[in-house]
Each structure stands twice: as C-alpha cells, then as structure tokens.
Nanobody, 115 residues
Framework: QVQLVESGGGLVQPGGSLRLSCAAS????????MAWYRQAPGKQRELVAS???????AYASSVKGRFTISRDNAKNTVFLQMDSLKPEDTAVYLC?????????WGQGTQVTVSS
C-alpha cells in the first residue's frame, strides 16, 4: 500500500521558516511528479509547488520567491522549504504524487503562522 507521510509542520511567527518533508513508499519514486498543495479552512485546495521527475519546478504566484520545492530520489522524499512565512500561509499542507493514472495523497501537516 502506497503511503505519503508529511512532517515538519507547526506554529511559527510571521517572517519565520519551516521545512516540510514528505516520505513516499513508492517503488519508482523518481518517476513520479510530486507536489505540495494546501487547504485553509473554508477555502478550496490550491497547488503551492510542483516538481517533475526531471526536477523542473513551478510555484503559485503567492509563494514564488519564498518557497522552494526539492526532491531526494535516493530517500524517496520531497521537501518544501518555506521562508518569510505570512499569516495567510496558514493551512494544512498535503503532499501529492502522480504518474499516469496513479494518484496518491498524504494526510497533511498543519502549518500555522501567527504571532
């Protein structure tokens, strides 16, 4: 059974940083496109950042320049480095893996930005 397990969330002050990790139990992790989504209370789930199997990245305009997505194929892990955090970044952050018809989600990790 495929599992995506997120970690690294928590409470941080505005302007602070967090690094999220997503460990995936995928046998061919390197072939999957990976992404981070977030969902705030009462709002739709939104794509935050993505990284292809070849390492190409893309970001939502709201996080560009502040967040960095990366992957370590040797460890089957994708990361999201979040800097200069703002209160509006508060949400549950979810990891996603996709390859053709394969589509997997993690349970999410809570990120709260508040003073």
């Amino acid at each position: 059974q495929v599992q995506l397990v997120e970690s690294g969330g928590g409470l941080v002050q505005p302007g602070g940083s967090l690094r999220l990790s997503c460990a995936a139990s995928l046998s061919i992790f390197s072939r999957y496109a990976m992404a981070w989504y977030r969902q705030a209370p009462g709002k739709q789930r939104e794509l935050v950042a993505s990284i292809t199997s070849r390492g190409s990245t893309a970001y939502a305009s709201s996080v560009k320049g502040r967040f960095t997505i990366s992957r370590d194929n040797a460890k089957n892990t994708v990361f999201l480095q979040m800097d200069s955090l703002k209160p509006e970044d508060t949400a549950v952050y979810l990891c996603h893996a996709g390859l053709f018809s394969d589509d997997y989600w993690g349970q999410g990790t809570q990120v709260t930005v508040s003073s």
